[in-house]
């Protein structure tokens, strides 16, 4: 298995809402991102996870909650959300070990829309 | 302070042709360097992975370079298709972090 996996693809939620996305991997991956990618830009780093521990977080919003039960899922918790944070949110994976340069996996993202 | 540049942000040609894109990068300091497919709407697909002390890789008809003296890497496109039709990004990782610095990407159309 060499894909990230995603769900839902779409999601459509009002402003008062709580949703999760949830990203899943069985690559034996340690290290888990989210990035928030808006149309015509490049991917924006969110959240790295390394061994199930939140190790960056780049001053992301209190509305936006991530989690990691366990090696192989992750999730994004939203509560609360503006219209602004519509966007196309990515999961990611790779191996860790910084000497060795591993590369990137991505999903195929959840499209959401807030309303 | 890393910046990747990417050049032209768009690209139109013939169904056939030979094509190159390019990604240009600041500091030479890198672990490695990753070229991505984006669709419309869709995901990130990894299309090639360079690390710091390679010079290409191949993977058929795409072929990635790295030049790390001169801050610069190619992707060359052999035979173009209509699928081919979408955006590149490149992406370099920097030492001891695990963030990517990302292009702008180019914007590819196969015309038929």
């Known amino acids: 298995d060499t894909e990230v996996t995603q769900t839902p693809k779409h999601l459509v939620m009002g402003m008062t809402n709580k949703k999760s996305l949830k990203c899943e991997q069985h690559?034996?991956?340690?290290?888990m991102y989210w990035y928030k990618q808006k149309a015509k830009k490049p991917p924006e780093l969110m959240f790295v996870?390394?061994?199930?521990?939140?190790?960056i977080n780049e001053s992301v919003p209190s509305r936006f909650s991530p989690e990691c039960p366990n090696s192989s899922l992750l999730n994004l918790h939203l509560h609360a959300l503006q219209p602004e944070d519509s966007a196309l949110y990515l999961c990611?994976?790779?191996?860790?070990?910084?000497?060795?340069?591993?590369?990137?996996?991505f999903g195929s993202g959840t499209r959401l829309t807030v309303v | 302070k890393q910046e990747v540049t990417q050049i032209p942000a768009a690209l139109s040609v013939p169904e056939g042709e030979n094509l190159v894109l390019n990604c240009s990068f600041t500091?030479?300091?890198?672990?490695?360097l990753q070229w991505f497919r984006q669709d419309p709407g869709k995901g990130l697909t990894s299309l090639l992975l360079?690390?710091?002390s390679q010079r290409e890789q191949t993977s058929g008809r795409l072929n990635a370079s790295l030049d790390k003296s001169s801050g610069r890497s190619t992707l060359y496109i052999a035979a173009s298709q209509p699928g081919d039709s979408a955006t590149y990004l490149c992406?370099?990782?920097?030492?001891?972090?695990?963030?990517?610095?990302w292009g702008a990407g180019t914007k590819l159309i196969i015309k038929p």
């Open positions: 990611a994976s790779s191996q860790v070990g910084f000497d060795r340069g591993y590369g990137y996996t």
């Open positions: 690559m034996g991956h340690r290290a």
């Open positions: 996870y390394s061994y199930e521990k939140l190790s």
């Open positions: 500091d030479s300091a890198i672990y490695n």
């Open positions: 360079i690390q710091s």
């Open positions: 992406a370099v990782r920097r030492n001891s972090n695990y963030q990517l610095i």
